[in-house]
């Protein structure tokens, strides 16, 4: 019997956290929910996103059906990004870990510092 490959699209955790656990699409995916946005303003809220990772993390979220690319009818044309249903009910889940992270971070930051000082890590 052959070993499974790394990536197990069976395994339906392992499939969606590969895609909300790289860099950017959560803050991608918050930052949608406050409203659509253009790439441009996208990528001046996100900060230390490059124009090419904006450009596929984009890409990714879309063509996973979490984000809508509408193309705007202007001069010249811009692209208008928003989340659809699905990527809504992902941020409600985003949010409440967003919640936790800012609830723990301080104490997370301790502890970070304590086990550096007993363990003489260097940061």
């Known amino acids: 019997m052959s070993r499974r490959r790394a990536v197990d699209y069976d395994c339906p955790v392992r499939d969606v956290l590969d895609r909300i656990g790289d860099a950017w699409s959560v803050l ?17 809220v996100v900060d230390g996103i490059s124009q090419r990772m904006l450009a596929v993390t984009l890409r990714n979220l879309e063509r996973d059906g979490l984000v809508s690319r509408t193309v705007l009818d202007l001069s010249p044309p811009q692209v208008e990004y928003a989340l659809t249903a699905r990527g809504r009910s992902l941020h409600g889940t985003i949010g409440q870990l967003a919640d936790w992270a800012d609830s723990n971070q301080p104490a997370i930051r301790a502890s970070r510092a304590n086990y550096d000082a007993a363990h003489g890590a260097k940061r």
């Open 28 to 44: 991608l995916i918050i930052e949608l929910a406050k409203a659509p946005c253009r790439f441009n303003a996208l990528r001046r």
